[in-house]
């Protein structure tokens, strides 16, 4: 093990993650139903990767496919792996190949191009619809009125499956400032579920700074990097 996972200790701060999430589920009234703890390893060695999943670690997250590429053939297939950065449709058949959902799908030539390829891969992949709830235009997303019309558009393509929405809140140093946009994607869920063959089982919102705030508004996906791998590399 590198020196670089010595330093910080992954099973401890995934045991100390897992107590945040069960207490925000407790504060909140949650029924049974868990949140999973999607660990995101941007610019993260496998090393690192391979720890978080000795530590119980079952889903991990990726912000670029090539970056992904090569850390899952080193890793192996210990985990469910996520893409939660934007998708080019040039990298979509390589991303089927290696996620296993993909959250981040913003517009009906995304949602095409992910089926097409798993079409031709043999498979049906799991997707989120990404949403920008904060409306900055530095996000990518849809808008909360766009959502419904690209629901429509994803059920005609096959090779896909819209499993829920994703969402990343306004970043502020106090947490409080995103729970509005948090349950707007709560609120929107609720409504479309079940609308154009959709299942809104997931949403994925929340990241280390601010999921127990997105848990206590309905998140059943955190996405946490820092919190668990401890501070990237400058």
Known sequence: MSDSVGTVDIAANVARIRERIAAATERCGRGPRPVRLVAVSKQMEPERIQAAIAAGVADIGENYVQEAAAKRTEVGNGAQWHLIGHLQRNKAAQAVQIFDMIQTVDSPRIAEAIG???????????????????????????????????????????????????????????????????????DLAQKLDGRAGARMEWLSMGMSHDFEVAIEEGANLVRIGTGVFGPRAR
């Not at 900055?136 to 558009?153: C, D, I, M, R």
């Not at 059920?155 to 995103?178: F, H, K, S, Y």
Request: no cysteine.
């Open 116 to 186: 097409r390829r798993a079409q031709e891969q043999g498979r049906t992949l799991d997707v989120l619809i990404q949403v920008n709830t904060s409306g900055e235009e530095s996000k990518h997303g849809v808008s909360p009125q766009e959502v419904e019309g690209l629901l429509e558009a994803a059920d005609g393509v096959a090779g896909i499956r819209v499993t829920g929405l994703m969402t990343i809140g306004r970043w502020d140093a106090d947490p409080e400032r995103a729970r509005p946009e948090f349950r707007l994607l709560f």
